[in-house]
């Protein structure tokens, strides 16, 4: 059914493009399109569910209810006056950005809670306002599941081509960074002054004498 619908998989919880829609990787390259401008795919159609595609993609859905996908640092998001006419949104901390108040797609977990924090996404740990359960709409398709096996099984499906694509990313920036590290430590490093020779330091004492007069000049004295 269409993405307006109300057919919804798994006990009827979830509508069939969400978890889909949440493994798909935007802002690439349309590859039916690379040779056009502004080629970036950042729609998807929720009728086909065919994956990412780029504006131009678009006239052939046409009747279609695709969406617009966003990004907030480096993370996908959509505008919450897109998807809230299709799916629930209850329990899912929004933000707005841009002006626009938009939701994440998919978790962003945190390294350390914030000091003071009394409340976080009950699926990966982010800080969240009390009134919220979730921080993306990943979180909360992984937290509502029956048993903590199916929702570990959701979210991993739902995240992992983009941790990967995050994995990759970081190990290259590591190596970059180590290499970095040890070019700017071999052209910071200056060897010892050698220990002074037999000839310079008979050159230095030559310097240091009594200058000798010029040949020339002790003939004259002479004659």
Same mark, same amino acid.
């Given at each position: =059914?269409?993405?307006?619908?109300?057919?919804?998989?798994?006990?009827?919880? /979830?509508?069939? /493009?969400?978890?889909? &829609?949440?493994?798909?990787?935007?802002?690439?390259?349309?590859?039916?399109?690379?040779? $056009?401008?502004?080629?970036?795919?950042? =729609?998807?159609?929720?009728?086909? =569910?065919? #994956?990412?595609?780029?504006?131009?993609?678009?006239?052939?859905?046409?009747?279609?209810?695709? %969406?617009?996908?966003?990004?907030?640092?480096?993370?996908?998001?959509?505008?919450?006056?897109? %998807?809230?006419?299709? &799916?629930?949104?209850?329990?899912?901390?929004?933000?707005? %950005?841009?002006?626009?108040?938009?939701? +994440?797609?998919?978790?962003?977990?945190?390294?350390?809670?914030?000091?003071?924090?009394?409340?976080?996404?009950?699926?990966?740990?982010?800080?969240?306002?009390?009134? +919220?359960?979730?921080?993306?709409?990943?979180?909360?398709?992984?937290?509502?599941?029956?048993?903590?096996?199916?929702?570990?099984?959701? &979210?991993?499906?739902? %995240? *992992?081509? *983009?941790?990967?694509?995050?994995?990759?990313?970081?190990?290259?920036?590591?190596?970059?960074?180590? #290499?970095?590290?040890? $070019?700017?430590?071999?052209? $910071? +490093?200056?060897?010892?002054?050698?220990?002074?020779?037999?000839? $310079?330091?008979?050159?230095?004492?030559?310097? *240091?004498?009594?200058?000798?007069?010029?040949?020339?000049?002790?003939?004259?004295?002479?004659?």
């Amino acid at each position: =059914m269409g993405g307006g619908g109300t057919v919804e998989e798994e006990g009827g919880r /979830w509508p069939p /493009w969400l978890r889909p &829609l949440l493994s798909t990787n935007f802002f690439v390259q349309c590859k039916y399109h690379a040779d $056009s401008h502004r080629n970036e795919c950042n =729609m998807y159609c929720l009728d086909c =569910m065919s #994956g990412a595609l780029c504006s131009f993609c678009l006239d052939r859905h046409s009747g279609h209810h695709p %969406i617009q996908i966003r990004r907030s640092s480096y993370h996908d998001v959509i505008r919450v006056s897109e %998807i809230q006419k299709v &799916l629930d949104l209850t329990g899912v901390q929004t933000y707005i %950005i841009n002006s626009a108040r938009v939701v +994440f797609l998919n978790e962003r977990p945190q390294p350390r809670p914030r000091k003071g924090v009394t409340n976080s996404c009950e699926v990966c740990g982010r800080s969240l306002l009390d009134s +919220f359960r979730f921080c993306s709409l990943g979180c909360k398709m992984a937290g509502t599941a029956p048993d903590r096996k199916r929702k570990n099984k959701i &979210l991993h499906e739902a %995240i *992992k081509i *983009k941790s990967t694509t995050e994995s990759d990313t970081d190990e290259s920036y590591t190596s970059t960074s180590r #290499g970095s590290e040890k $070019s700017n430590v071999t052209h $910071s +490093f200056t060897p010892s002054t050698p220990p002074p020779t037999a000839a $310079s330091l008979s050159s230095a004492k030559r310097r *240091k004498g009594i200058p000798h007069r010029a040949p020339f000049g002790s003939l004259i004295l002479e004659f």
